[in-house]
């Protein structure tokens, strides 16, 4: 006998943060595992964990992290006002975001940034290109 399930990781944790960060930033979201030049600034989400919370005897609480990566490409020389300030504006807006929904309808609830990377270096990354890495994290509820 064949059985039913929701795949929780793409229905309450990807898909409706997704939706949370198209609809703030009007950009594209992506999942690349490897960096791959998606224009002049984009996001990628990047699936880390799934951890089981709380076993009962009818439901379950899980963990989901996430990695919210923002990439944004400036030339010339680093500075604070065309470098710094402009990430910095891009994360403050997107913790912003999170916490505004940490609880998001019927998806996710406990929704929250545990910690934000500004200095992260990646194989591949042009001087160019700067990364900014967000660990997200929320739990899922399911009745089982």
């Known amino acids: 006998m064949a059985i039913t399930f929701t795949n929780h990781l793409k229905t309450n944790v990807l898909d409706p943060l997704q939706a949370l ?3 703030e930033f009007a950009q594209s979201v992506y999942y690349d ?3 791959v030049q998606r ?19 009818s439901a379950h ?8 990566q923002y990439y944004r490409v400036v030339s010339g020389e680093y500075r604070k006002d065309t470098h710094i300030d402009a990430v910095s504006a891009i ?3 997107l913790k912003r975001l999170i916490r ?8 996710f609830f406990n929704g929250k940034l545990n910690s934000i990377n500004y200095t992260t270096e990646a194989e591949g ?6 990364l900014v890495e967000a660990s997200f994290t ?3 509820f399911e009745v089982v």
């Open 21 to 23: 960060i198209v609809a």
């Open 91 to 93: 994360t403050e807006r």
């Open 100 to 107: 505004n929904n940490t609880s998001h309808e019927t998806y």
């Open 138 to 140: 929320c739990n899922v």
């Open 33 to 35: 595992q490897e960096f």
């Open 61 to 68: 609480t899980r963990l989901y992290e996430v990695v919210i």
């Open 125 to 130: 990354l042009s001087p160019d290109t700067l």
């Open 39 to 57: 224009g002049s600034n984009w996001f990628n989400l990047q699936p880390v964990s799934d951890t089981l919370e709380e076993d009962l005897s």
